[in-house]
């Protein structure tokens, strides 16, 4: 454009990083490399955290330290460019997916505009061809003829420590939500190019402390709190007596008790935060609704798995300590609850990892007779599922004007969407149990739906605008259907999603809550014997 | 020819290159600009939408509270993307330019450059609304920070267990030597 003044503008006139968002006044975009300043990246993991981890059997967590992304020296160990060479080596030998997932692309930019994170930011090293690019070049490089010959003309690149910068960066500023997946006409898993990024840097002491503190609170006390079982048991419980104070209904529930048929398992957060108690009181309701034979474990603790954020071997243990303590307790079967990444880790990895799970009984419901055969090897059944088969065969009392104060549009969460399928059953659920709840526009859900922008770890608040940058194009979908529908509730099926969708709500859509599907089953459940308040606000009343 | 018809005239060239050039300040700005399905491109959209509908209220020299809306569309967008405050709300004040250079392009209007005072206040309001929608937006982001870490989330790494906590403590409670 030649309007002569506008260059002028475009430029700060004061100079400096600004206080406010960490950004410096641009100069021109190719000069800028990754350089990390307050606000745009997590928290490196804390010595001591790292130091633990490495510490325990069958993990590897090498190069504690401290250390700082903000500084010039990482610390890195000397030979560093040989372990993540050697790291990418061994990978590519092990996962053939990843071997294929390098070679095949050829730069067709299906994906280019699909990822939140680039559309939220319009930083190119977002476009998901580019982030794996980043891997890429190093890629061809050093483990392709073409680019051990020709070098940068053959789109390879040297492994530099600016390059392991930038895998930092943007490696963690992917949610592997898989949305631009779905586009790739190849079939391109993108996340997990991500995945292994994110391994390799850890072979050299690079990760955050958001991921990496869950993952060692889990592998001491199972949950990503670090809660103890006493503490666990007491929040249950607090639960179940908010839910007796509200509905008049007992509830009874049990810890760890051999022989139940079935297993519980679902987010700590659930049990924790707002707004996932009010989730959490929808499946104590739920159980105690059906006479269900459940136990609650207080060492499976946790359904969500950051190791997954990690490396394939702390999933695989993180997950095995579910059916684990399944096996232990002998129970027929798990049910899960409303988590995203553990859906992934079940549904993806956990057969290979772990299974199959022979131990246990293909899920059958003892209500209704249904077989899950979609859950045969991994015998976890979801939530979901379980509700959705039981409406359909009429074994809830359901009153949906108990919802009365709830429009709800429905968010399909990225892992339980697009990793397993889970699209239709809480549609289902919320057609019965709230009326006209409304979708939002048709590219924004089911195997489209955009990611809450703050997955994989990444719900931590020192990169805020991050995550507010990320999570728009899902925050924008809400704020159509809120202008057409006065919608005032985000219903989901992920404790992340409760988490971070609440603020990103809090910032983009003032007003508009967010809760799980399973609240919305437990606000109008009529329950046997019940005694309960005016609640004008469901589960959420004070009363 | 006046200049409320040559607004009329040129308000689709005139709105056009106020969205290209507010989406130019994005690193990669191509899709931003091209893409028109607003879900499909949330900033490209949502800036294109909101500038179209200011360009007429500042052009019909409408109360400036009319502006808040389209602004905030804009500036909730951009106080949180990674720009200076001065960048984030640099482009609404690009129409002025952009509306003088092309009026100055044409022969037969260029003489309504002169009439261009009430039009530039407008925007010099829009302007500095924009300013304080963009610290309302931070103060915005603040509060959701602080709400965050009150739900309780933050337990997931500052949390200490309590065993550990006590052990700290009798250790801090031993005397040291030295």
């Given at each position: ?33 990754a350089?990390?300043?307050?606000g ?9 955290k ?13 190069n ?17 460019k ?16 990843l071997?294929i997932f ?9 994906c ?33 003829l ?12 040297e492994?530099t ?8 960066m943007?490696s ?31 072979l050299?002491g690079v990760?955050?402390?958001w ?22 048991k ?12 509200l509905t ?10 051999k022989?139940?048929?079935?297993l ?15 989730t ?16 609650w474990?207080?060492?499976a ?39 995203g990444?553990m ?6 990895y ?22 899950f ?22 074994k ?16 399909d ?12 059953e809480?549609?289902?659920?919320l ?7 409304v ?19 990444l ?15 899902r925050?924008?979908?809400?704020k ?21 969708l ?8 003032p ?7 399973s ?11 019940e ?5 004008t606000?469901?589960?959420?009343t004070?009363? | ?11 689709e060239k ?10 130019s ?33 500042l ?16 500036i909730?967008?951009?106080?949180i993307?990674?720009?200076?405050a ?26 309504l450059v ?16 924009a ?24 337990l997931?790494?500052?949390?200490k ?18």
């Amino acid at each position: 454009m030649a309007v002569a003044k506008l260059e002028q503008l475009a430029k700060s006139v004061v100079q400096g990083p600004s206080m406010a968002t960490g950004a410096v006044p641009v100069k021109d975009w190719m000069d800028v490399s990754a350089i990390f300043k307050p606000g745009n990246y997590a928290y490196q993991a804390k010595q001591e955290k790292v130091e633990y981890l490495n510490s325990q059997k069958g993990l590897h967590f090498p190069n504690a330290r401290e250390w700082s992304p903000e500084d010039e020296d990482w610390k890195l160990p000397e030979n560093w460019k040989e372990i993540i060479l050697k790291g990418l080596k061994e990978r590519l030998e092990k996962f053939r997916s990843l071997k294929i997932f390098m070679d095949c692309c050829v730069r067709c930019g299906a994906c280019a505009d699909k990822c939140h994170f680039f559309l939220g930011t319009g930083d190119p090293k977002n476009m998901p061809v580019l982030r794996a690019e980043l891997l890429r070049s190093i890629y061809r490089n050093d483990f392709t003829l073409g680019g051990k010959l020709l070098g940068k003309m053959a789109g390879g690149r040297e492994m530099t420590v600016a390059v392991l910068k930038e895998w930092f960066m943007y490696s963690y500023q992917c949610t592997e939500c898989r949305r631009c997946s779905v586009f790739c006409p190849y079939g391109i898993d993108t996340a997990e190019i991500t995945i292994i990024l994110r391994e390799l840097l850890h072979l050299v002491g690079v990760g955050i402390n958001w991921i990496l503190e869950p993952v060692s609170n889990s592998n001491r006390t199972g949950n990503h709190m670090g809660l103890q079982p006493h503490t666990f048991k007491d929040n249950v419980d607090f639960l179940a007596d908010d839910i007796e104070n509200l509905t008049g209904v007992k509830i009874n529930h049990s810890f760890n008790r051999k022989g139940a048929e079935v297993l519980f398992i679902t987010p700590s957060a659930d049990v924790f935060a707002e707004p996932g108690l009010y989730t959490a009181m929808g499946y104590l309701m739920l159980f105690e609704h059906i006479g269900l034979d459940y136990t609650w474990s207080t060492y499976a603790s946790e359904g969500g798995n950051f190791g997954l954020f990690t490396n394939n071997e702390t999933m695989k243990k993180l997950n095995g300590k579910m059916y684990a303590e399944a096996k232990r307790l002998g129970v027929k079967y798990i049910i899960g609850g409303e988590c995203g990444h553990m859906w992934r880790v079940v549904h993806q990895y956990m057969d290979t990892m772990n299974g199959p799970a022979d131990f246990l009984e293909v899920p059958k419901s003892p209500m209704t007779g249904t077989t899950f055969h979609n859950a045969a090897s991994t015998k976890m059944v979801h939530i979901s599922e379980f509700t959705a088969d039981l409406i359909k065969h009429g074994k809830l009392n359901l009153d949906k004007s108990r919802n009365s104060h709830v429009k709800a549009t429905f968010h399909d969460s990225c892992n339980p969407a697009r990793a397993m399928g889970l699209i239709d059953e809480p549609r289902y659920i919320l057609d019965h149990v709230v009326d006209g709840w409304v979708e939002m526009p048709e590219n924004t859900i089911r195997e489209q739906t955009f990611c809450c922008g703050s997955g994989t770890g990444l719900n931590t608040d020192e990169i805020m605008e991050l995550r507010m940058r990320s999570g728009l194009p899902r925050a924008n979908a809400v704020k159509h259907v809120i202008d057409k529908h006065a919608v005032n509730m985000l219903s989901c099926v992920c404790a992340i999603d409760r988490a971070t969708l609440t603020s990103l709500m809090n910032y983009w859509n003032p007003g508009c809550d967010v809760c799980g599907v399973s609240e919305l089953v437990g606000n109008a459940l009529v329950m046997e014997g019940e005694n309960r308040q005016e609640l004008t606000e469901g589960l959420r009343t004070l009363v | 020819m006046n200049l409320d018809e040559a607004f009329r005239n040129y308000r689709e060239k005139i709105v056009d290159q106020w969205v290209n050039y507010t989406l130019s300040t994005y690193k990669s700005s191509t899709f931003f600009i091209k893409e028109k399905d607003k879900f499909a491109n949330p900033v490209g959209g949502n800036i294109r939408e909101a500038l179209d509908c200011l360009f007429d209220l500042l052009a019909k020299n409408a109360d400036p509270q009319e502006f808040v809306a389209p602004l905030e569309q804009i500036i909730l967008i951009r106080a949180i993307q990674e720009f200076t405050a001065s960048v984030a709300v640099g482009p609404i004040h690009a129409v002025k330019h952009i509306t003088r250079e092309i009026l100055a392009k044409d022969k037969e209007r260029c003489h309504l450059v002169q009439e261009l005072y009430d039009f530039e206040f407008a925007v010099d309001l829009a302007v500095l609304a924009a300013f304080d929608l963009y610290m309302h937006c931070r103060e915005r982001l603040y509060q959701v920070r602080i709400k965050e870490i009150k739900t309780g989330t933050y337990l997931l790494t500052d949390s200490k267990c309590p065993s550990n906590l006590l052990k700290i403590n009798i250790q801090e409670s031993i005397p040291s030597n030295s």
